[in-house]
């Protein structure tokens, strides 16, 4: 995707129903073109605000940007919907179904907990040493789910696959299903960031990464929160 540089004296400015980001030079838009803009003010300061930070329009940087571009440009119309054996090949990477081969997948299991719960609730038979039985009806009955989430959600939980690698997670986090702490916990267990399981992971090393994942769980959580669905 074509990064672009920018000038950073940006303005909100109110158009109708929606507020649109002004400025006296070039003014940031998706990688397709699509103008930046929305009902809630505070979600276009905070995509101004990524944009300054980082100081380009780049999708690949994770951030209230990337995820307005994701949305915008591939879910907004809905043009192109993913198809099952899309999303099948997704899932098959996952990192909350790809536990190491060694007897560490028993501790690490542990931090996908949101998970587990939530498929023994849908009565889907899991176990600790593999998905292989059940990995189908876990693609389609998230396939069904994520078909139900808004466009928004659709976004941030297509966001946390590309930046996180666990798209199950993403749509969990999109549903309420879980917090953006088990979230974190997540991510940190599926990187083998467990101290005393994995050689050399120190607790600050998990206490980092809990940190890290959290703060980004919180930008999806609080985009999903001041989006509007247009």
């Not at 006296?24 to 101004?48: A, C, F, W, Y």
């Not at 189908?136 to 939980?157: G, M, R, S």
């Not at 809990?210 to 703060?215: A, E, L, P, R, T």
Request: glycine share 4%; aromatic share 12%.
């Amino acid at each position: 995707m074509a990064k672009k540089s920018l000038n950073k004296d940006y303005k909100i400015e109110k158009k109708d129903y929606y507020f649109i980001i002004t400025s006296s030079s070039k003014i940031p838009t998706t990688p397709k073109g699509n103008p930046i803009t929305n009902k809630n003010e505070r979600l276009v300061q905070l995509i101004i605000d990524d944009l300054k930070t980082n100081q380009t329009a780049n999708p690949e940087i994770f951030g209230y940007y990337s995820i307005y571009c994701t949305y915008c440009d591939f879910f907004l119309s809905n043009d192109n919907p993913m198809s099952i054996d899309e999303f099948r090949q997704i899932i098959e990477s996952d990192l909350s179904l790809n536990l190491v081969a060694g007897p560490e997948c028993i501790d690490q299991i542990n931090f996908f907990d949101a998970l587990t719960d939530f498929l023994e609730h849908a009565k889907i038979q899991h176990t600790i040493y593999g998905w292989t039985e059940s990995f189908e009806k876990i693609v389609h009955y998230f396939f069904d789910l994520f078909n139900q989430l808004t466009p928004i959600q659709k976004a941030c939980a297509v966001n946390s696959s590309q930046v996180h690698g666990s798209m199950l997670y993403g749509i969990l986090l999109a549903m309420g299903k879980c917090t953006t702490e088990q979230y974190a916990k997540a991510m940190a267990g599926g990187n083998c960031i467990i101290p005393e399981v994995f050689e050399h992971v120190s607790d600050n090393e998990l206490s980092n990464a809990m940190k890290h994942f959290g703060f980004e769980a919180k930008i999806l959580k609080t985009y999903m929160e001041h989006a509007d669905i247009q």
